[in-house]
């Protein structure tokens, strides 16, 4: 079992690390709360309360590493995040596993300059402050020698199987509908964007590389485009002419009148009114995971939407 690599969680993104753990010949087991999602016959799934430890601790029993990529509910970070990552902690530690977090970049403040690893954590939002906590009590974990942990952070991420974010089923969407694309934000600043396989496969690699473990690493990005490039990219991908919108701080706030979502994007709108650039340099120095050129990535995402109308 040394060679078995913990996925927690059953979104996009731990389907995606899935996906990159099978890549490397490993073997994989699936831990979620019901316990009853259809994966590959030869991938173990799990049931398992991520917040009671008993549980989670027996589904990590004879792990390498676990891959957590379970979250709370979008508006629900600062009062869940903090004890969700304790109890999953814990149970790493009775395992006897290194854990790896799926991560974005809420840390850091509305980006004035490229997004580096040692770009101050000075974020002042709600879910930005829940995610230093959450990445603090993480790597705290490691410096005490209880737990090898790993951090990996994805801008926004797109790609098949992702639906709930600014560039997944409210661009992909209308645009394979033929409908007008709405972009957030100002659409002619670079903003970077994570294709969801590299992601997943970028979280496989650093759940057996020991080398980067009590780090925090920025994942493979292919190079950022603006907005409005990055719908155009994918009207020519979906044979169609552009037809773009957007949509700004006053439209969100109204949204957030009947939407939860849309209630919480409305503190992230700094991200998208100005340059948002991450740098990835860290990254390909070091590992071997590599971005998707963009136009593959946007294509293969393109098809995934296409192929359920």
């Known amino acids: 079992m040394a060679d078995t690599i913990a ?123 829940a995610r230093i906590e959450v990445d603090r009590r993480l790597l705290a974990a490691h410096a005490a020698g209880r737990v090898p942990t790993a951090i990996g952070r994805g801008s926004d991420f797109f790609g098949p199987g992702v639906r709930d974010s600014v560039v997944g089923s409210m661009l992909f969407g209308p645009l394979v509908r033929g409908k007008r694309v709405n972009g957030i934000g100002n659409l002619d600043v670079p903003h970077s964007t994570t294709f969801i396989d590299d992601f997943g496969a970028a979280l496989a690699e650093l759940a057996v590389t020991p080398a980067a473990w009590g780090e925090a690493w920025h994942v493979p990005n292919a190079p950022a485009v603006t907005t409005r490039q990055f719908i155009e990219l994918s009207c020519a991908a979906a044979g169609r002419a552009p037809r773009i919108g957007s949509i700004g701080r006053r439209t969100m706030r109204m949204a957030g009148l009947f939407s939860k979502g849309a209630y919480e994007t409305v503190e992230m709108m700094g991200h998208f009114e100005q340059p948002y650039v991450v740098d990835d340099t860290k990254w390909r120095a070091r590992m071997q995971t590599h971005a998707t050129p963009l136009e593959q990535s946007i294509a293969a995402t393109v098809r995934w939407y296409q192929a359920r109308g």
Request: hydrophobic share 45%.
């Open 7 to 129: 996925i927690l969680g059953a979104g996009p993104l731990a389907l995606a690390s899935l996906r990159g753990v099978l890549a490397r010949g490993l073997q994989a087991r699936l831990i979620h709360r019901k316990g009853d999602f259809k994966a590959p016959s030869h991938v173990t799934v799990l049931a398992a309360n991520l917040l009671e430890q008993e549980a989670t601790t027996r589904a990590l029993a004879g792990c390498r590493a676990a891959i957590m990529c379970a979250q709370p509910a979008y508006h629900r970070w600062p009062e869940e995040f903090p004890p969700l990552i304790d109890a999953v902690i814990e149970a790493c530690e009775r395992a006897g596993c290194a854990l790896v977090m799926g991560d974005n970049l809420y840390v850091y403040a509305d980006a004035a300059q490229t997004l580096a690893e040692d770009t101050p954590w000075t974020a002042t939002t709600r879910k930005g402050r």
